[in-house]
Structures are given as structure tokens and as C-alpha cells.
């Protein structure tokens, strides 16, 4: 029989034990790492992300890094080994993770101007080209990202192939240029024909956030804007590349992650804005179902790669 000190005794001991269990995964996981895709080239990730990884390292109570990978590929294997317990995905690469046996949970994703959580897969080329439909651009060049790009590859290669232009007969020459950034160069520079790229609104695309950093200029130095490049086809609506973590991560430390990620917007709005450059809305929870349909996507390509 408990007597009244015992008891007492016992209750203190609970009490303490709360906030060590609490706190274990900190003795596991004393850092963490949030690995992202090279949409841009390093420093421009770096500017983009680093806000984030500072709010996120004061919400959780530990250093959170910043992993700039240097192919999509990169991010997922950061994450098989382990490597990486954050990461930022195109929703094609975070599908092709799942698809290869990589245990992770989708957060959430950017919800746009136009208050929708998603963008779209355009083929660009240059406004004084030629070119006004996709049919014009039979046997010429195109750019395309990274083999697990969604907008740089994976849809493109889908709905072109819907609309009876599958993208290795139609077009002379792929090549995949490395980043979004890389593919609106390559055309600028006449290496290439066309450039897929993504394109979240009319005022939030690779070109605009190209043309706010001085990126793109003609031969004599002049500025190029959104005006200099026509889109000859653009893609069925695409969810947006979510932020995932490891399923194998503890639950309270994937709580808190969770938890620190939807107050962002609120919680540090200059960090939550340098990661669109003011364009994004909010954050949207988001769940394994929301990416079926590009699951499904890629295994229509993997097929038809097969097949050729």
C-alpha cells in the first residue's frame, strides 16, 4: 500500500520524466539537415533558404543546415540514407522517392497569389523567334531541367504526349540543362530552341524572379522581361513540390516540425516571403493523396520509356 510520501515520491518522479522524454530525440538528433533542390544556382538557394533555416532552428531548439544538392537525385538520396531529415521536393521528385521505397511524410506546400497550392509545366521559347505553337517546334531544341523535375521534365514529357506530341519524336535534340535557371539561359543564348520551366502565376515565374535579380539581358546589355518570352504550351495544374520530413523521425520532434512550419507565414513573415519573393500566400497541409496523381504520372513516362 502506497503510503502518502511514496506516492508523493512517485508523482515527482512522473513529473520529471515528462520533460526529459521530451526531449530524447534532441540527444539524437542534436542538428538537423533541410536539403533543397537546385532550382537556382547555389547563392541564389542560399538567399532563398537561409531565413527559413534560422526561423526553423530557433522554433525546434536546435541548428537546422541548409543542404543545397546538386541534382534532384541528390535530395532523394539525402534522404534514403538518412542524411537529410528535412527536405524541399518538386512534387515529381518527392513522388520518385516514395516510388523508390523512401519512408517520408509531406508538410505542407506554398500556397500561391492566386491562392492555389500548385503551378504548371510550360514550354517558353523567345518572343522574336518564329515559334508560335508547339507544332512549330518540330525537330528543333529543347531544354529540359533534370530527369526528376516536374516542370523541367516529367510533366512535360506526360502532356505532350497527350496532346500527340511525345517530346523525343517531336523534338531534334533534348538536353537537360541542370536548373530551371540553366534551361532560360540556354535559350536566351540560342543553345536551344525552347526551355521547359515552371510557372506558378502570371507574375510569379523562373523568368520574372530572373529578370528581379538582373539575370537576363539581350547582347547589348538591354533587360529582358516576361515579354521577351512566349509560351507555346503549357501543362494541366500540378500540386506543389511539398516540404517532407523522415517518417522515421520521433513523433513529438515530427510534431513540433509540423507545428513550426504552419505558423511560419505568421511566425516570421520576412523568412516565409524571401522564399518566393513575396508572392506566396500561406502554407497548405498536405498529404501523401495529394501526389498520387503524379505518382501516377511518372510511372505513365516510366512506361513509355520502356516501351521506346
Known amino acids: 500500500m502506497l503510503t502518502r510520501r511514496s506516492l508523493a ?13 521530451a526531449q530524447d530525440w534532441k540527444a539524437a538528433y542534436p542538428e538537423l539537415t533541410l536539403a533543397v533542390i537546385p532550382a537556382e544556382n547555389a547563392s541564389g538557394t542560399t538567399d532563398r533558404y537561409a531565413p527559413m533555416t534560422a526561423y526553423l532552428s530557433k522554433a525546434l531548439g536546435v541548428p537546422v543546415k541548409l543542404r543545397i544538392a546538386n ?13 537529410a531529415q528535412l527536405a524541399f521536393y518538386g512534387p515529381a521528385s518527392f513522388a520518385r522517392a516514395v516510388m523508390t521505397g523512401v519512408k517520408i511524410e509531406p508538410i505542407v506546400n506554398q500556397k500561391h497569389d492566386t491562392g492555389a497550392s500548385g503551378y504548371y509545366s510550360v514550354i517558353y521559347v523567345r518572343a522574336d523567334s518564329p515559334y508560335k505553337t508547339i507544332e512549330d517546334l518540330k525537330g528543333k531544341n529543347l531544354a529540359l ?24 519524336a517531336h523534338f531534334g535534340k533534348t538536353v537537360y540543362a541542370g536548373s ?9 543564348q540560342g ?34 522581361t516576361q515579354a521577351d518570352f512566349r509560351v507555346v504550351f503549357k501543362s494541366d495544374f500540378l500540386p506543389e513540390g511539398p516540404f517532407a520530413m523522415l517518417a522515421s523521425l520521433p513523433d513529438d520532434l515530427k510534431a513540433k516540425i509540423r507545428d513550426a512550419l504552419v505558423a511560419m507565414p505568421t511566425a516570421d513573415k ?18 501523401l493523396k495529394d501526389y ?13 520509356r520502356r516501351k521506346s
Open 71 to 83: 541534382d534532384y537525385a541528390a535530395v532523394i538520396e539525402s534522404q534514403r540514407a538518412g542524411n
Open 180 to 188: 530551371h535557371e540553366n534551361a532560360v539561359l540556354a535559350l536566351v
Open 191 to 224: 543553345t536551344v530552341d525552347a526551355a521547359a520551366n515552371l510557372y506558378n502565376t502570371d507574375t510569379d515565374t523562373m523568368v520574372t524572379r530572373m529578370a528581379a535579380k538582373g539575370m537576363l539581358k539581350k547582347p547589348d546589355g538591354t533587360p529582358l
Open 9 to 21: 515520491g512517485a508523482l515527482a518522479l512522473v513529473l520529471l520524466a515528462v520533460p526529459a522524454a
Open 270 to 287: 520576412a523568412a516565409f516571403d524571401r522564399l518566393s519573393d513575396g508572392k506566396d500566400q500561406g502554407f497548405t497541409a498536405v498529404t
Open 145 to 168: 531541367v533534370d530527369p526528376n523535375s516536374t516542370s523541367g521534365n516529367q510533366a512535360p514529357r506526360f502532356f505532350l504526349h497527350k496532346a500527340g506530341h511525345p517530346v523525343d
Open 292 to 304: 498520387q496523381p503524379i505518382i501516377e504520372m511518372l510511372k505513365f513516362n516510366d512506361d513509355q
